[in-house]
């Protein structure tokens, strides 16, 4: 079964200092990949979401990831944080089935704290 | 704007009872899935359906069951609640076409606690 592994369960930073949150996952056949985020008291929201072509996407709020197959990591990063950014965000994972229903296979999370 | 609305977003029931939660989506998704949340486990798939009256099983779904008797409307059963089910529930869903995921969509969420 696929797994999903987030490095660090909490993260401390002070504003517009730079975030990178790490994620690995086990399955080596084709994968989409999804980053979400919970602000608090919110529902899931993706952030971005990684399905072919060019490895590093783009998403909402100035978030990024880059997809490196050789690693099977698809690591968050964004340059400068804001206060605002304080939220748990989850990377998650399902194969590529051509068409079919896959449950998301989700990590652990990580909660973020973002210092004013 | 998808919208997925799950029926109760607090719920206090005693062990022993039948639970329902109820979930809603209005976008004509194929597929729906229900999570639960649980501090640093994250989210743990229950059960999840890709068609009306089809379910498949999660990673975690022993103690539920779950019914899709329409296509916007997927149920989760709690048989009879125990205190190990307090959690918070999400409901998701999701259209798969062809090649892509497009990802979920999720609810607010039900945070259940079994007293």
């Known amino acids: 079964a696929q797994s999903v592994s987030q490095h660090n369960h909490h993260v401390i930073l002070s504003e517009a200092a730079s975030l990178e949150l790490g994620c690995n996952y086990s399955?080596?056949?084709?994968?989409?990949l999804f980053w979400y985020v919970q602000y608090p008291g919110q529902h899931l929201q993706l952030l971005l979401k990684?399905?072919?072509?060019?490895?590093l996407v783009k998403g909402i709020k100035g978030f990024e990831a880059e997809f490196i197959k050789s690693k099977f990591s698809f690591n968050l990063r964004k340059p400068s944080v804001q206060w605002s950014d304080t939220a748990e965000y989850f990377c998650?994972?399902?194969?590529?089935?051509?068409?079919?229903?896959?449950?998301?296979?989700f990590g652990k999370g990580t909660h973020l704290i973002i210092q004013p | 704007d998808v919208k997925v609305t799950q029926s109760s977003r607090y719920l206090v029931k005693r062990t022993g009872e039948k639970v329902f939660l109820e979930c809603v989506q209005d976008?004509?998704?194929?597929?729906m899935f229900w999570y639960r949340q649980d501090p640093g486990l994250g989210l743990r798939l229950i059960y999840f359906?890709?068609?009306?009256?089809?379910?498949e099983k999660g990673d975690i779904p022993e103690g539920y069951s779950v019914s899709r008797e329409k296509k916007e409307r997927f149920s989760l059963i709690l048989e009879s609640a125990s205190t190990n089910q307090t959690s918070m529930y999400l409901c998701?869903?999701?259209?798969?076409?062809?090649?892509?995921?497009?990802?979920?969509?999720f609810g607010s969420g039900t945070r259940l606690t079994v007293v």
């Open positions: 990684y399905f072919s072509g060019d490895p």
């Open positions: 359906s890709y068609d009306v009256k089809m379910k």
């Open positions: 399955y080596g056949g084709t994968v989409n």
């Open positions: 998701a869903s999701s259209s798969t076409g062809g090649a892509r995921h497009y990802g979920y969509t």
């Open positions: 998650a994972v399902t194969m590529y089935s051509g068409g079919g229903a896959d449950g998301l296979t």
């Open positions: 976008m004509d998704h194929e597929n």
